[in-house]
């Protein structure tokens, strides 16, 4: 617990940032690249399923953006805690594996929430639509979960 600890405090003094601050960058820089990917394959999702489907919010590209970019920084932080928690921070010791372990998270995320909550939620509770396998959903996961651990690993590291 003690080297936990140390190793928490050396990072703080070096850069002054927490691991969840670094996680909540890197979710917004992979929430940025992966809406971009939304926006130009499948811009109905970000518009409409993502607000309205969703949260029952009114059908319109910001507030779609607005909460991607919200799921995006909270499931950075969610990164940040496997790391932390789960005792990896010391074997990801470069940007590549931090890099590689989020792209296996990323893929974890769409495996998940959007092959399967999401269209559960959105439908209602029907499993009619579950699983939802689409490659621009899985893609646009992969680029969130890559871009995360490289932000995280230079920021928080």
Not at 103 to 113: A, S
Not at 126 to 137: F, K, L, Q, R
């Amino acid at each position: 617990m003690s080297t936990e600890q140390g190793t928490a405090r050396r990072r703080q003094e070096q850069h002054g940032i927490e691991p969840w601050q670094a996680g909540v960058v890197g979710g917004l820089l992979g929430g940025l690249l992966f809406g971009v990917i939304m926006s130009i394959q499948t811009p109905t999702v970000l518009e409409t399923a993502i607000p309205s489907g969703l949260y029952g919010l009114p059908e319109s590209s910001l507030v779609g953006w607005m909460v991607h970019m919200s799921h995006g920084a909270i499931l950075g932080v969610g990164f940040a805690v496997v790391v932390e928690l789960g005792g990896l921070d010391d074997t990801l010791d470069t940007n590549l594996k931090h890099g590689g372990a989020a792209f296996v998270y990323g893929l974890f995320l769409w495996g998940l929430l959007a092959a399967v909550v999401m269209p559960f939620w959105v439908s209602g509770g029907s499993t009619a639509g579950v699983p939802n396998i689409a490659t621009e959903s899985i893609v646009g996961h992969m680029v969130y979960g890559t871009s995360l651990g490289v932000a995280y690993s230079v920021l928080a590291d």
